[in-house]
């Protein structure tokens, strides 16, 4: 019961604080939807990497404001790093009137005043009709930003598209003019020449990411009726493995729909780029469309396996967080990072249910679905932060964690978690302990169910943006012990607020499984991190907390040179290490600004372990049968 008063309480404080962090650029705002807000997308010169944003706004006649200010967003929802999108923008102008397609007009400058880090303020001058131009560099391929090149222009409206301050919630339309000969391809499309599209609000226009290019390629299929678009955009040799490729989406599209029934959307499309350029990766979910970008080519050996692996995590958000959603996570305040308790549910489950839908879609078979569970497992339970950082506080940290830039030293590595795995491991767990504990009668799909049902299709729209309304983490706790018949009070507050190891024997005795915990393969490290950013040398990237590293004085940015007064490298220093034993002095020579300085690494224990699911002895039938009801997902 005393989550309930502190809800209240921190409801109130959000409430405040949006009411304080608007208040500055609101006091001269109408509060009525402006007459219209229209935009206009062009990319003339695509070397330059430079869309252009044009504006145009009519205001209401009798109401109108001295001046109104336009925002470019810090970040954008499904990432949750700030960013500051402003600093790409360029060449801010704001003219009187709005010129007519086609015409050629001489309108005249308006005075703009550059409010903050990310506002602009225009001055109306007593005129109802405002055009704003300002370009916005983009030379990124990730669902977070954006690109313009030579070969596509490739979009997430949220760091390109700015909005008038106040007026989120007010209808868009959007005009996009691409060079002659290049194709539009959205979520939102009706057609495939279609230049214009109407958006019930920013919100929306900023979730349908656009990809326009001359050589993209279109697959469809069709899954209960509605349309499923395959967009690839392949910058390397396909090696003829597009074909599989989609016949495979459709297998996790049926997989997933079986689990959900049929979305309410009439079509969906996954955009998917194949950069051979072996960095740029993303994936980013939206509620009818999902950006994928993989780093290799599709032809090489692993490319549509990994690809297929993040269509089912994406897909799975069409329900869990694009529409059954946290509370905090739309319609948002773009002044501020977002902060919600519940990513481990959005993306940790996220996680859980990708996986176990490539098992029951038959990509992976039983062995691929519990190696890469034993991989989750072994990740988490190693990882120093798991026994500091509880899911919901990772949760809360999402601005630091999701690819986070960070100008500053930081101990994450030693006191974090991700949100991602440590739900992924939670999900897995309350999954089989409600299968068990219900005699295969109910499951966490039965939770998810319910929790999109009730907070989804059947509660009252609680804002502008989207249906039903968002879940607290409490509510979720409710749901599932509802739904599952036992009280989750103590589960929560032991491995959700709290940081303890989850029961995953109790959980997995119920299909014949359990836990195996080895000393790992993998050579010891003394509490060494490399940092793989600086080639060709041997630089620690980071020490764990209390290892022998740490205790031999070592620092982030050392230098190693030698280790038992041999050279070493990246490449042969685990070998180097291996040739001792627990208790051996180890000399150590590193460089650390202009000076070498010598030490000794004393070894202790191994400290990795790995973790496995293997089968118990004795399995029952009713545990074969719970197991693979779980895993074909019957
Ligand atoms: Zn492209
Ligand atoms: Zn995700």
New binding site residues.
Partial sequence: MDCIPRNKFIRSLLLLSLLLSSAAFTLAQPEQPLRSIAYRLAMPRPVSHLFEVTMEVELPEDQLPKSIDFQMAKWSPGRYAVFDFAKNVQQFEALGGICPRGAQCKMPTFPVNRMDDQTWRVSTMNTHRLTIRYKVFGND?SGTFS?LDS????YNGGSIFMYVVNHKPDPVRLEIDPPAGWHIVNGRMTSMDQREWQFPNWDILIDTPT???PD?TLDEFRVDGKLYRVMV?S?GDEGGKRAALVRDIEKIVRAETAMWGPPEFDSYTF?I?FAADDHSGDGMEHLTSTQIIEPGALGETGVSGDTLDTVAHEFFHVWNVKRLRPVELGPWDFTRPANTRGLWIAEGFTNYYGHLMMRRSSIWDDTRFFRTENQTVTGIENAPGSHLMSAEESSLLAPFLDDAPHAQQTNLANTSISYYPKGEVIGLVLDLLIRGKTNGKLSLDDVMRRMYDEFYLKSPNATYYLRGRGYTTEDFQRVASETSGFDLTDFFQRYVRGCEVLPYDDALAYVGMHLVREQAREPFNAGIGVDWEKPGTLTIGSVRNDSPAEDAGLQEGDEIISLGRKNVSRENWLVALARYKQGDRVPVTVKRDRRTIQTAIVLREPERFEYKIEERKNVTPTQKALRAAWLKGL
């Fill in positions: 391929l690109q070969r596509h222009a490739n990809e326009i290019a993209s955009h910058f955009l780029h």
